[in-house]
């Protein structure tokens, strides 16, 4: 099994340019999740996705952010414009529904915005 | 108050002592509980899941869930240095898919 994919694994830009962060779920998970880590603020659930239809989007931080499923095997995270703070590692994790347990992640975005 | 706590560390204990890690939680109707482990630069990776009160053990691990005091904690015996890294404690409520984080302990075994 693959994994959950996340691309690009890093990313530089300047200020008010847009991003978007991709992410291949595992096979067969039908639920997905966003998450952004910093040292300040620790690992901050963005938005979460069963069988592709967004159900908690309470943690994007502003409208700035937008996320989307347009299909079962990928996702995408929209930043625009881009702004110093959101600098941050962003993980994409999946899991089946069917399963209480472990969620996997992938192996995560690192973004800095200059 | 977060939804989460945990103590940030660094913990540091010598290779082969028991390494006790702990978390608490808000949220009566929290109902499933897990710890990741989470090395430097890496991704989140989950060690044990935990759902009824008591401890659940799998090899140098055990976890234990107290609900009425709403406290969950991870014992790691004999430490070894490839265990330092940070654990984060992770929380579902009930009805919820929604996965919640602490901040994480950082471990330090010291060789």
């Known amino acids: 099994d693959a994994g959950v994919i996340q691309s690009p694994r890093h990313e530089v830009t300047e200020m008010g340019q847009e991003v978007t962060l991709r992410c291949k779920p595992i096979?067969?998970?039908?639920?997905l999740f966003w998450y952004r880590q910093t040292m300040m603020r620790g690992l901050e659930l963005l938005i979460y996705?069963?069988?592709?239809?967004?159900?908690?989007d309470s943690g994007m931080p502003e409208d700035r952010f937008s996320a989307k499923m347009p299909n079962a095997s990928f996702s995408t995270l929209k930043i625009q414009p881009s702004e110093p703070r959101d600098s941050a590692v962003y993980f994409c994790?999946?899991?089946?529904?069917?399963?209480?347990?472990?969620?996997?992640f992938g192996e995560g975005s690192r973004l800095t915005v200059l | 108050q977060k939804e989460v706590e945990q103590n940030s560390g660094p913990l540091s204990v010598p290779e082969g002592a028991i390494a006790s890690l702990n978390c608490t939680y808000s949220d009566r109707v929290s109902q499933s509980f897990f710890w990741y482990r989470q090395y430097s630069g890496k991704s989140p990776e989950l060690i044990m899941s935990?759902?009824?009160?008591g401890d659940k053990e799998d090899g140098r691990f055990t976890a234990q869930l107290n609900k009425a005091s709403q406290y969950v904690s991870l014992l790691i015996r004999d430490s070894q240095p490839s265990d330092s890294a940070t654990y984060l404690c992770a929380v579902i409520r009930q009805g919820s898919y929604k996965l919640i984080f602490g901040s994480g302990t950082r471990l330090l075994v010291r060789p």
């Open positions: 996705f069963n069988n592709n239809v967004p159900i908690d």
């Open positions: 096979s067969g998970h039908n639920s």
């Open positions: 994790a999946s899991k089946s529904l069917r399963e209480t347990g472990e969620l996997f």
């Open positions: 935990i759902y009824s009160n």
